[in-house]
Each structure stands twice: as C-alpha cells, then as structure tokens.
C-alpha cells in the first residue's frame, strides 16, 4: 500500500483555496438525500455535525454521555491559538505554522499545519458571533496570552474554562440544527463497530447504554470525532469513559494507525495520592511563569517540611540545567527531568507503591516578589482547586506536581481531506493523527478540532458525497451490517459468560501500570519488549478472569468498562510496539537510546523522517508498517534546545 | 476511615427503589467521593453484584455528569463544589451517609443515583443559541463588547448543566438553569436580534418539560457548583415580561 497524503502542490499559501475550489459541490436540494453519521459531539464532532446539518445534509450524530454538551473538549482550561495578531507583537500565520510544525518536532505534514494557521483565524470569529464569552479588555476588544512558552500572544481564553465555551458554542450550533431537524442527536449511545461493504465506510454499529440494544445504522459517509486514548494509561487527565474503541474497531476494519506512540505528558499535575486514584487533574501550565521547580539536594530530605530547607539544600534543577528557558522549558522537557530527580531518590510527598513521585512548585519568591494579591489574581482558582484536591495550602507551603498523560498525538492515519484509507471515513480531531506531529504545542487541540469540524471536513465530505452520488442500495439488512451486528452481540456475551474473580478495573490499573513504565515518559528497546510480553498475559486473563456483573438489558456500566478495556487491552501492544520501531527521540517520544550527550532528545531524520501507519493484520498476528515520507519545504529541519 | 452508606438502589426506570446499607472500611481523606464509590463497586463487581451506577466523566467539576444527593443536599455539604470533587476529608470516620438521586418529575431516574436529564438538551434546542452559520461571521474585533458585559455573561455561561439547581428545589423548577443561558446570550450584542423569541421560546420548552415554577427559594443558588446568581433569573423574568410585551403588541 502506498500512502498517499493527496497533498495539493504548488505555493502552500495558496494550496487549500486552490484545492476547494477543484472540490465538487453537492446540489442543495439533493443534500438531504445524503445521511452523515457523526460520532462524537465534542469540539470536532458538534462542529462538524452542525456544519453540515446547516448546509442541509441529514446528520446522525452519536455520543456516549448523557448530553452532547459533556464531551471531554469541556475540561480544556488555558485557551485557543490563533493567528490574528491583535496584540501586534509579529505573529502571522506563517509564525503560528512555523511553530507549531517545530513545535511537532519535523513529525507533521506541512500542508496540513500551513491550512489549521491559515483557519486559526476564522474560529475566533466564528465563536465570537456565537456568544463564547472570551476574555476582554476594558477597551471591549478581545484579549490574548502568552501560553506554553510562545514569544507571541497569541492565545484567546475565557478564564480557565476555556473548552468548555468553546464547546457551549458548539453545542448550541449542534443545539439549533437538532430543533432545525437536520441533526438527530443520539445521547447514551456507544458506537461498537465499523460496518465496510465494498471497500467504503457504510455504517456503524452502536449500543443503547440505557437499554443495551443494539443498533445498526447506514450512512454515504462517516466521521469518526472521538477523541484521544490517553486512558490506555489508566490514569490520565482524560475523562472517564475516553477510550479507543471507535478508532480501534476502525483499525480492524482496514483504517490505518498512524503513531499511536505519539503521547504527550503534561508536567504540571496533581500527583496520585494513593491506589484507589481514578484520575489526574491537569494545574494550568501557566503556574510555571511564577513557580520554581525544585527538589531536595539530598534524597534524606525528601520527607522534611520544604520551608525547612535551606537554599542551598534545594535543587532548582530545570534552572540549573536549561539556564536560558529555565522553569518554561517545553512540557516534555519539564515532564521528563521531573521523573529522572523522582528516580533518583529525590522525589517529594505521599509515598505511593514504594516511591515518592512528585516535585515542588513554589511560589515563596513570587509571592514575596509581586505579593499575594497579585499571585491570588493570577492563579487564584487554581490554588483554590489544588487546596480542594489535596487539602494544602499552596500559598504557605509549595504545591506538589507530577507529570501525567495528557493528550495523544496519535490517531487514525487521514489525509489532506481528513479521510483515512477506508473510503468514506473521515477522522477528525484528537481522534486523528494530523497536524501536531510528534508534539503538540498548548492551545493547538482546541484551534484544530474546531478547524476540523468547522471548516475542513464540511467542504472534504460534501466533495466525497458528490462523486460517490446518491441512492445507494445497502440497507441495515446487508450481510456486512448482520455480521458487524452478530459479533457485536457475541463479544457482550462472552464477556457476560466469564463470571470470574476480579473487576473490570484492576485489569485497566494493570495495563495502566505497564504502559506508564515502559510506554511512558522515557522508553527503551528493553521495556519495550517488555510490555510487549506482559500485555498479551494481562489481556488473556482478562478474558478468563474478568467479573462483568448483570446482563445486557439495561445500564450497565461493568458492560460499558469492560468493552472499553478490552479495547486498550489490544491497543496497548500496539502502542509499545510502534515505540519499539522508532528507535529515534522525537517529541513526547523518548528513546533513551538515542539521545544527546547531555541527555536530550537526539533525532534521527535520515532513518525516521516518516509517519508510521499499521495495518491490522490479527490480534495475535503482528501489524504491517506502512510508511509516509515527511518532506519539508518551508521549514528548516533543525535540533530543538533549550539549554 | 469507616462510612456508612445508605443507597439508592432501584435497577431500572420502572422498578420500585429502596435504600441499601453498605459499610466501607478503609477510607482514605484524600479520596474523592466517587473515588469511594469505586473502590466499594469494585469490592461488589468481585462478589458478581451489580455495582452503584452513577453518572459522572471529567472528575473535574466541569462535565456536569455527576451529581446526587449527600443527605439530602445536592452535590453535598460543601459550597461550589460537584460530588466528584468533594474528598471524604469533608466527613468524619463513622459518618453515615445517605445518597439519593435527583428527584424530579422532569428527571425520572434511570438505574440507582443515575437520572435522565435530557430536558435540558430539549430547552436549549428550543432556543440557546444564537443563529450564525458556519463562515458567515465577521470579524470578531468588529463587534467591541464592554467588559462588564463580557464578563457577567461569562459567569451565567460558566452552567455546567448539572441539574443540582432542580434537585434542591422545592418546586423543582429550571429557572437558575434557563435563566443563566438566556442571561448569558442576552447580555451580548450578538445575542440582541433573538433575545426575545429566545426568553419565550426557552420558558414556554421549559414548562412543558414539566419543571416546577419559582417561589424565591434561592435554594437553586445555594448548591449551585458555579455559584451562579438568582439574580439572572429576575432578570429573566423581565426579558420575558419585555418580550410578551412587545410580541403582543
Ligand atoms: C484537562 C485537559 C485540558 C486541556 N486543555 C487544553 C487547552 O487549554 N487548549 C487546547 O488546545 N487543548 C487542551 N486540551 C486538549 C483538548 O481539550 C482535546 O484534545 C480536544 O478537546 C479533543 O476534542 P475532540 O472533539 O477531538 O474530542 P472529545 O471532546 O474528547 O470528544 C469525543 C466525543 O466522542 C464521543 N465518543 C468517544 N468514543 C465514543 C464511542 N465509542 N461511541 C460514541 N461516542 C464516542 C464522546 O462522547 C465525545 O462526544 C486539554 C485536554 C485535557 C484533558
Ligand atoms: S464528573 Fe464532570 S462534573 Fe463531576
């Protein structure tokens, strides 16, 4: 198979203008004949199914909470990018291009990312006349902030709620074309399977999570918008119920999986306080403007109250390493010197599991700098939260951070038209692999899943829909739908049959356990090989051991886990095995063999300037590597640093 | 720390609930909530019995999918707070809990502290947004929006859909609900065209989803996990009075 981006040539600042304009249109009065199956309904999936129901399409649109205005997009706190250059400092879209594809560390398509800086601007827009109530200056105009160390302020916010107006004013787009009648929204409802007839997505397969029923649906196109599979880890900043399960079911329908070892690792999180955690919780990266990050000197330190500790017993180690960035070192950087100080002994707070794994973030020299009313002003609400979590008082004592799983670069493998390789499938969002390479830059998800399901995919499926034409003959009676259906069905069953001894979740804490360690912030060929023995034995005493409670009537929520887990149980290999193949650091992606003399991460562009995609070739059978060549024209391949 | 629990449990829309006593051992301060939840529907699913459902996502106070009663006040007893971010650091080891769901003829229950919401979908398709199509707006430093007026629609936006202003009501109306969307969109010019036909449309989806009316409680306000004001609903209620006005007219 050769994969073919479908890239347009010529000047990259012309590209996605000159290739709309060769798209086909679809005649306004034979769109409601199309039927577009949306699943998802967060940023990307309301976006999009809004979009399209506007423009007349018949939308189904799926989601698994009990309303489309929960998708995990909400929990976004910091802000969007976008290139309008409102505060004069010399942005412009080549600039936000610029960065976000060094930024990616040389893993992403240029054309893709030139198109999301281009479109960063229209989001605003679009989300201003909406109502998205975005932080405003007393002139009335909009504000913006510098975020995630970019020199320009570029990033638009609304307190730190900022996914969750974003997604409101999706949501009340999604909102209007249901009461239209365009869009029929389908809450409570988890798609289970891929239905492909000839070579095109032609369905899904989704059950009810308040009856169990299961249900087939037909679509001309369908769009996968299901957000990231951080929860592979267990423990994440994710929501509960993220999961892989759509993707993957795509993946054993022929979709390519395109650098699923692509995660990112925020560095400032609550840390895991005990064995009964469910979730981490994201503190905004903005702390790290006024905190200092340090560490004891000397591990016999580590339980002593830290305002005991004098000055020169303490280790502000990211200062003492990257003089020039300092605390504001990128968020792998951060993330991964903060393991190694842990590693050493020298980790701080509750022990967990035999190890203390947390750092300071402190505020003394801040709050003595500015005072404590100008550090309430700036951080209140996260101080307020972190005292709620943990009980502590930041401003007297330091908080205590650890990096968690935070995003995943990785997703199904599209094109330039956010297609993937099954015709008709379309992926959007963090459910796709597109435009952050190997590291995505803070602000940047919210900006492409907008872009995304506003702008991008609209025009790429009507373009689709109008060359497959209308009045297709497959229906829910097709053989494809009865056996995509019959296997659905048997998969509850079995899970259902096997009564053993232990609950859902211990199997989901062990994957977690092993991914963190061996798939996690550092990885070696060892590890690797590692987790790649372990998670077959966890995965088959999963399905001898496993206690999934009730039936299939009903909710069940065992049910809804249980599925969810096998699902991770099976991508988890994945995963450790694409880290395996790619034996350079790039990014979130950290070999620890391949790295530079004073322990950065060492590229290596000859050998894998390329996006790995795998080919579902069996569960127990390994996958088929297919390789993209990355080419860039605009953009100097060069070795990040810091120091 | 021991607690002990008296929980809902009813295992469909139409069977009869009761509460069931359950003791757990070994609870930690620092655990949140559900996180004691989890660790006793674990110890259930082990034994092959049906664990506690209950609604819940993000974890993070922000989702709104979670959301019970902690004897008898909705969300707990801490202010601003949703259950999955209340730690049992708020309770003493020996206290005895009582969970219940939501309780509202507009939000039948489910499964246990589960319960069917989609009311509120209904009253914000009747009329929450504002109509703008995809590609079709302008510039957004085109339209200046004063920062007081930015910022007090960004407090009745910050509704996270909750439902607990429901639940503590003795009416169980939705006006701290309606109000805070037809407030927050009121409150901008982009909102203005519709801010009529919007506070009709949104009331009149809202009484017929069958929720209670307003007698001033403010209890809706007192468990609301965003601290959102009763004040948007007086002014609400005066959009509404503006807007039956002028349409009769
Ligand atoms: C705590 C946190 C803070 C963040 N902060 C920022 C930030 O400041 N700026 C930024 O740019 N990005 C941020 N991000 C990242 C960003 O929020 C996400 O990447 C983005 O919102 C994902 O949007 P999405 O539409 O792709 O998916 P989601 O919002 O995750 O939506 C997924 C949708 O798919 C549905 N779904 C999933 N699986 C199924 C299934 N099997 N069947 C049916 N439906 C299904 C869900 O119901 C949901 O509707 C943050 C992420 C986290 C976790
Ligand atoms: S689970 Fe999201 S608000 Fe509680």
New interface residues.
Partial sequence: MTLDGKCPSGPIETAWDRHRFNMKLVNPSNRRKYNVLVVGTGLAGAACAATLGELGFNVQAFCYQDSARRAHSIAAQGGINAAKNYQNDGDSVHRLFYDTVKGGDYRSRERNVHRLAQISVNIIDQAVAQGVPFAREYGGLLDNRSFGGAQVARTFYARGQTGQQLLLGAYSALSRQVHAGTVKLHTRTEMLDLVVIDGRARGIITRNLATGELESWVGDAVVLATGGYGNVFFLSTNAMGCNVTATYKAYKKGALFANPCYTQIHPTCIPVSGGYQSKLTLMSESLRNDGRVWVPKSAADATKDPSTLPEDQRDYYLERRYPSFGNLVPRDVASRNAKTVCDEGRGVGHEVDGQRRAVYLDFRDAIQRVGKSTIEARYGNLFHMYTKITGENPYESPMRIYPAIHYTMGGLWVDYNLMSNIEGLFVLGEANFSDHGANRLGASALMQGLADGYFVAPPTISDYLARVGWGSTVTAEHEGFKAAKGEANERIQKLLSIKGKRPVDSFHRELGNVMWDKCGMSRTKEGLEEALKRIPEIRAEFWENVNVPGENKGVNQSLERAGRVADFLEFGELMCLDALERAESCGGHFREESQTEDGEALRDDVNYCHTAAWEFKGVETAPTLHKEALTFDYVKLTQRSYK | MKITLNVWRQ??PEAAGSFVKYDVDGV?????M???L??L??R???K????I?F??????G????CGFMINGVAHGP?KE?TVC?T?M?SFKDGDELTLEPWRAMAFPV??DL?V???A??RI??????????????????A?????EH??M??EA??C??CGACVAACPNAAAMLFTSAKVS??GL?P??EPERDKRAIDMVAQMDKEGFGHCSNHGECEAVCPKGISVNFIARMNRDLLKATLRSSR
Wanted: contains cysteine; glycine residues 8%.
């Fill in positions: 295992s469909s930690s301060a620092d655990m949140s559900l996180e004691m989890d660790v529907n674990d259930l699913e082990s092959g019995e049906a664990p459902a609604d819940h996502d993000c974890r993070e922000i989702c709104g999918s801490e707070i971010q730690h650091r489910m499964r589960m069917d919401r989609s509120f979908d914000i398709q009747a009329g929450g947004y504002v109509s703008v199509r995809t590609g079709s707006a302008p510039e957004a430093n339209t200046p929006v004063m920062k930015a910022d629609a960004f936006a910050a996270i859909g927050h969109l901008l982009q909102g």
